[in-house]
T-cell receptor, first 111, second 117 residues
Framework: GENVEQHPSTLSVQEGDSAVIKCTYSDSASNYFPWYKQELGKGPQLIIDIRSNVGEKKDQRIAVTLNKTAKHFSLHITETQPEDSAVYFCAAETNAGKSTFGDGTTLTVKP | DTAVSQTPKYLVTQMGNDKSIKCEQNLGHDTMYWYKQDSKKFLKIMFSYNNKELIINETVPNRFSPKSPDKAHLNLHINSLELGDSAVYFC????????????????FGEGSRLTVL
């Protein structure tokens, strides 16, 4: 089955700096790679996603890159703000509709 | 209106009891899921239903029994609760499993925190 590894498990940055979270996956059949943000006491919420036919996608301060050959994808957050502090999950999904999640990264943005 | 709603939000119970968590989505989605999030925040899929049909059943003890009376509801019943069942259980729904391509965004509920004493 699919195995998704996510690094780092915790990340602390100063407000205004950039944050990068990296994930690798094992199943070459995976073709959808979403990123979710989970705030305290809430359910995960999609912030950006990328499909296997695209190498990069950007939405304001967040961007995701995908390298299908190397089976890795990354989340980039620029100009971080305290409200970006949360747990971030990457996931990889196959056509069977099953999402395998990474173990999460706790991002802390210090004012 | 809440898109994916779960009840109860908190559940505290004794070992050996039987309990249920209910989930409803008003998004018109065909596919619903149960995920378990443990104390380390790891998110693991438990079950998935597509149009009331079970399509994903991970290695979950048979004390856990999902039930989908219609495509807008997916309930989780747990028998003989154990200490290790303590976790946050998330219900989610997704729109795209009924047609190609199959992949799509998951919409999560707010979670149900189960504490087994």
């Amino acid at each position: 089955g699919e195995n998704v590894e996510q690094h780092p498990s915790t990340l602390s940055v100063q407000e205004g700096d950039s944050a990068v979270i990296k994930c690798t996956y094992s199943d070459s059949a995976s073709n959808y790679f979403p990123w979710y943000k989970q705030e305290l006491g809430k359910g995960p919420q999609l912030i950006i996603d990328i499909r296997s036919n695209v190498g990069e996608k950007k939405d304001q301060r967040i961007a995701v890159t995908l390298n299908k050959t190397a089976k890795h994808f990354s989340l980039h957050i620029t100009e971080t703000q305290p409200e970006d502090s949360a747990v971030y999950f990457c996931a990889a999904e196959t056509n069977a509709g099953k999402s395998t999640f990474g173990d999460g990264t706790t991002l802390t943005v210090k004012p | 209106d809440t898109a994916v709603s779960q009840t109860p939000k908190y559940l505290v119970t004794q070992m050996g009891n039987d309990k249920s968590i209910k989930c409803e989505q008003n998004l018109g989605h065909d596919t619903m899921y149960w995920y378990k999030q443990d104390s380390k925040k790891f998110l693991k899929i438990m079950f998935s239903y597509n149009n009331k049909e079970l399509i994903i059943n991970e290695t979950v003890p048979n004390r856990f029994s999902p039930k989908s009376p219609d495509k807008a509801h997916l309930n989780l019943h747990i028998n003989s609760l154990e200490l290790g069942d303590s976790a946050v259980y998330f219900c989610a729904s997704s729109p795209l499993l009924s047609r190609r391509p199959l992949t799509g965004e998951l919409f999560f509920g707010e979670g149900s925190r189960l504490t087994v004493l």
